[in-house]
């Protein structure tokens, strides 16, 4: 910065000094700027980690037990896509540590699409806590409703409109 503003000097009035100093700021604030929003987009990507969405759903089949039989289906489906998405992760846990990489490559082996793909199988578990959300929600607003009231309009709301076939 010294030797820039030593060009600047020469010849210059102090006003016109102090313009280019203020330019060679403001760029140098474009330039934090950018990595401040490249250090942003990293913690983005480190938060579809493949673990995390992982351990959620690992959870959310343990509260989904507690509440009983009712969701067996529900419980069995999450667990087929935990498994799914851990088996591709222990092949290569550094490849597959965000879903960006593992969605990224399905996409382009043409394989996202597939009924085993583990894109569907993030999809699905997105859908199914969002259903499990909302029947949590319900049950927390109307504890006297009946879980089969519950069950029937969360599944309405969230995974009826993705079933074609019910």
Not at 73 to 85: F, S
Not at 115 to 125: G, K, P, V
Request: one cysteine or more; aromatic letters at 4%; a negative charge.
């Amino acid at each position: 910065m010294e030797r820039e503003r030593e060009k600047m000097e020469s010849g210059k009035s102090e006003l016109r000094m102090a313009m280019e100093e203020l330019c060679l700021l403001s760029s140098r604030d474009v330039e934090d700027h950018q990595q401040e929003q490249e250090q942003e987009q990293e913690q983005k990507q480190q938060r579809s980690s493949t673990m995390d969405l992982l351990c959620v759903s690992k959870q959310l089949r343990h509260v989904l037990d507690e509440i009983g039989p009712t969701l067996l289906v529900l419980r069995q489906d999450i667990q087929q896509n935990i498994q799914r998405l851990e088996d591709l992760h222990a092949r290569d846990p550094s490849k597959y540590a965000s879903l960006t990489a593992i969605v990224t490559e399905e996409v382009e082996e043409g394989m996202s699409k597939k009924t085993n793909s583990c894109t569907r199988a993030t999809i699905w578990l997105s859908r199914s806590m969002n259903f499990s959300l909302h029947l949590l929600e319900s049950l927390l607003k109307n504890p006297e409703t009946s879980l089969k009231e519950m069950v029937e309009k969360a599944y309405k709301i969230t995974l009826k409109p993705y079933h074609g076939w019910i």
